[in-house]
């Protein structure tokens, strides 16, 4: 009995809020986990390795399929000799992208798969302490979860922009119609400012209703329960804190990441000798230009390695990034009010 009571203890204290809400604490809390302030860079570099081998074991054929539309596509516009497009031949040229469809949807179902699994490792961290070893990710019940969670929310949150976007479309037709039959020069002002608002107050509406949901799958995680709204209550009067702390977040992130990937991009296309490739195709002549140096360029160990190594950093980078949006959701879950029963 004792032993119960003290497990129950300590539940509580894993939640216990704080005096007052923690701005910084809230937006530095990916690298104050308590892992370690390695913990996130463990989970964004397994992350970043898994979904680089999804794309070097699915991409190749993908990669090879663009390739090959490509050669088809010119060829197709070689020949034409100013003759109109036969919607057949067009359809056969596209053939090798339609074939590479499943493999694209499946890149990105595992690529949803291992995200899940790295959110969800944050939040068992952050609400548990748990941390079971050097590789932290997996795949259970609570990925799960996480995963089912992020994608009824995402539902949700596109139904109602599509929502929104109908009503307002509708209602801006109407006004328009309405000036247009009252002829009235000071109505299709009235009109256009009132459109105006409308468009302002439905963007207001649906960022307000994205951050009240945001952090479900840190609830979904906290709770152990599958619930889409569960952050809804609890997010009520911290919007404004949780709109200025992602602003912050993903604004740094973004400007961050775009600067330094594409400076390594930049490095890996003026380094990989492609340019040196391209300049050697002779596209004046009246034969149909041979590519067969660009495409064995582009498949050899010179280029891939190089490109690899860059996809592994860019997507270690936008974990990084993500895992510090996600811990900030955690926080939220952390320093609620409301306590786990």
Known sequence: MVEVENKAAVEVD????????????????????PGGKGYLIRVAGFTALFVTLIYVLLGGP???AYIELFKNMFEMEFNLDGADHDPAVMLAAMGP??????????????????????ESAIYRNLFYSEDKGVMPLRMGTDEWRVLGTRIVVGLILGGAYLGLYFVGAIIALLLIGLASV???GVAAA??????????????????????RLAPASAYSSRNKEFNPFASWHAMKGRVWPAIGGFLILY???????????????????????????????DVDSSDMPDFTPVWDHMTSAGFMIPLVLAIFFSMFLTTLWYGTIWSMWGYFAKTDQTVQD
């Open 182 to 184: 009252l002829g009235s």
């Open 14 to 33: 894993l939640f216990a809020p704080p005096s007052s809400f923690d701005f910084g604490a809230a937006t530095t809390q990916g690298f104050n986990l």
């Open 190 to 211: 009235l009109g256009g400012i009132v459109i105006f608002f409308l468009i302002v107050a439905a963007i207001a509406a649906f960022i307000w209703g994205a951050v």
């Open 251 to 281: 604004l740094v992130g973004y400007f961050i990441i775009s600067f330094v990937l594409g400076l390594v991009f930049m490095v890996l296309f003026f380094s990989s000798g492609i340019l040196k490739v391209l300049t050697q195709i």
């Open 62 to 64: 993908v990669i090879s």
């Open 97 to 118: 992208i339609f074939k590479a469809m499943g493999l694209i949807v499946l890149i990105s179902l595992f690529q949803m798969f291992v995200m899940a699994s790295a």
